[in-house]
Each structure stands twice: as structure tokens, then as C-alpha cells.
């Protein structure tokens, strides 16, 4: 590590103190490239907020720093320690690792805190364990598989959710299993990022627990004056003019977006602005592109979307005016 990297870590490890309230920390499971880091935002917004982005990420120098977690494979259930990563989380919470801090110069970065937000890309397995033994309180964010898919340059277990028995007892065996591998191993770049959405959310989609908190990315841009207020409610939060706010600014790492997504955001009209950010992808894909997807959802047994419409299943969704809202708003070229 360098000078430079030091010095930031001994900046960061002083620039926080928490002190752990009373309320339940905010555990914010999504895929990568799904929106996590905007909503994580408009979840640190909220007075007393600290966050932890992407604490499980290897190719991050300070989670590497930590020596806890020197591969993708000591995350999945077939080889990971998941006591140590239970051990972990409770650490950061304590104040172990204070390396691990945001930087300070970071939106909603905060001297003083009292209750922290994780946002995590990994550990499907165990969200059910980290809600009960972290004292935490699960938000499971979706999106749909294609434009997550479009907007990745890596998938990073792909190939070990392939070799996973434990996965492969989730699918089960036969020849809807060979097929799943089949796609994963050589279809094509869609259908591989597909084929991963699949395996990272197949756990929570089948195995939900009532005490968790759908969203969708789709309905928070669509909705989001009644999303700010179901945040408030169900997470215990109290400061709404902040948490619309946020809601209205671009994630901090908006750079890592598409051309078609920044000129979506662009957009001065707010419903179409919306539908731009939610269909966008459908420019970019043909009818066989999207009976695809839907395909390799049948095989999973996942009907949480398909590939021809943009909002996830009704039961996903919290709002009735969602889809009223998705269809009718302006979005030249687009369809909802």
C-alpha cells in the first residue's frame, strides 16, 4: 500500500463516530449495476446516517486490507466462512476496521452517527442470518436482468455460481440445469449476464422473507414521492425534504453510466426523463434479445420479470398508479 493510500485510510478512520442507536441497521441487497448506489444515497441521507458501500467488494483496496476475504469463492455459501462474515458486518458497526469508513468527502458523509446502511452485492445466502444476527432490517433492491446486464462490464462469480453444488441444489438437476449451463458458459454476453442476474437473486426470490422490504429501481424513478414515503415509514426514517432531495440527484458515480443513460437524465420533463432512465434498454435489444430472457427466467423458475415488459411483477410493486404513471408519460420511442 502507498503513502497515499495510508494516508487516507488514517483520514477515514478518524473522520466518523458512531454510537449505535436504537433502531436496526439498514441492509441494502441488490445486483451490481442496479441502482444500489443511488438508493444507498437516498438512504444516507437521513439524519444520523453512516454507510458502508459494497463492504464485500475484493477488487476494493481497503476491503482487501482487511485479509478477510482474498477471493470471490470465500463469499459463496460452498466455500465461504459465514461466521466470520457475520463477525465482520458486527465489527464495522463496533468500529473495528475504521479504515473501512466513508471518505469523508463523500455526500451525506457525517462526523456523528447512529445507525449505518450496507450496501451489498453479494451474500444471498445468508441475508436471512445477517437480518437476525446483525440486528438489521432488509431492503432488497430489483432491477430488471437487461439493462443491469447492459450497463455490467464483469461478472465476477459467474463462473463459480457454474461449478456451485450448492446452486445446483437451489435449480435442481436435469436438463433445465444443463441448459442454465449451457447459456452460462457459452451464450452470448446477454444471456451470460442474464444467466448471472439468475443465480444472484434466485435465493432471495424464492426463499423472501416477509419481514423484508421490496424495491424495484423502476418504481422508485417512475414513483417517487410515494417510494420517499414508504422509505420513511417501513425504515424509521424522519426527514422527507432530504430523502426527496436525493432522490432527485444522480447516484456520485453517475460517470459510470451509458450515453443513453445520461441523456435520459438530461430529459427536463420529469415523467419523461423517468420512463428514458426505466426503457432506454429496449433500443438496444431485438424481440429475440428479450424471448431470450424470458426464457432463461423459465429456467430458474423466476417470473419476477420477463423480457418484454419493463415493471416487475405486480407483487413487486407498492403503488397502483406505477404502471399508469410508466404509460402515460412522454418517452418518444419508447414503449411501457
Known amino acids: 500500500m502507498g ?20 433502531l436496526p441497521n439498514v441492509f441494502l ?8 448506489t443511488w438508493v444507498m444515497e437516498i438512504l444516507a441521507s437521513q439524519p444520523g446516517m453512516k ?4 463492504p464485500f467488494n475484493i477488487r476494493r483496496e481497503n476491503v482487501a486490507q482487511t485479509g478477510l476475504f482474498p477471493t470471490w469463492a470465500s463469499l459463496m455459501p460452498d466455500s465461504g466462512d459465514a461466521d466470520g462474515i457475520v463477525a465482520y458486518l458486527n465489527g464495522l458497526v463496533n468500529g473495528e476496521y475504521a479504515f473501512m469508513n466513508p471518505p ?33 432490517q432488509v431492503v432488497y433492491l430489483l432491477r430488471h436482468p437487461i439493462p443491469t446486464t447492459l450497463s455490467r462490464t464483469q461478472l465476477p462469480r459467474l463462473d463459480l455460481f457454474l461449478e456451485s453444488r450448492y446452486y445446483d441444489d437451489v435449480i435442481g438437476g436435469g436438463p433445465r440445469l444443463d441448459e442454465i449451463k449451457r447459456l452460462g458458459r457459452d451464450g452470448s454476453p446477454l444471456q451470460k449476464g442474464v444467466v448471472s ?19 424495484t429501481y423502476e418504481e422508485l424513478v417512475i414513483n417517487p414521492e410515494k417510494s420517499c414515503d414508504l422509505f420513511l415509514d417501513r425504515l424509521h426514517f424522519t426527514d422527507r425534504p432530504a430523502m426527496l432531495e436525493a432522490f432527485g440527484r444522480a447516484a456520485v458515480n453517475i460517470g459510470m453510466s451509458s450515453a443513453d443513460t445520461l441523456a435520459a437524465m438530461s430529459q427536463a420533463d420529469r415523467h419523461a426523463r423517468a420512463a428514458g432512465l426505466v426503457n432506454r434498454w429496449r433500443a438496444r435489444t431485438t424481440d429475440d434479445d428479450r424471448a431470450a430472457v424470458t426464457r432463461i ?14 415493471l416487475a411483477h405486480a407483487r413487486y410493486l407498492h403503488f397502483d398508479d406505477t404502471p399508469v404513471l410508466l404509460s402515460g408519460a412522454p418517452a418518444a420511442g419508447t414503449t411501457a
Open 29 to 36: 441487497f441488490a445486483t451490481a449495476r442496479g441502482g444500489s
Open 297 to 310: 427466467m423459465e429456467l430458474f423458475d423466476l417470473d419476477a420479470y420477463t423480457g418484454e415488459g419493463t
Open 104 to 136: 469523508p468527502f463523500r455526500p451525506h458523509h457525517r462526523l456523528l452517527t447512529n445507525r449505518v446502511v450496507f450496501k451489498i452485492h453479494e451474500m444471498e445466502h445468508l441475508i436471512d442470518r445477517i437480518e437476525r444476527e446483525c440486528r438489521g
Open 197 to 215: 442476474w439468475c443465480y444472484e437473486n434466485v435465493v432471495p426470490l424464492r426463499q423472501a422473507s416477509p419481514t423484508w422490504l421490496f424495491v
Open 3 to 22: 503513502i497515499g493510500s495510508r494516508a487516507k485510510n488514517a483520514i477515514k478512520a478518524v473522520s466518523n463516530i458512531h454510537r449505535q442507536g436504537d
Open 51 to 54: 454507510f458502508y458501500d459494497e
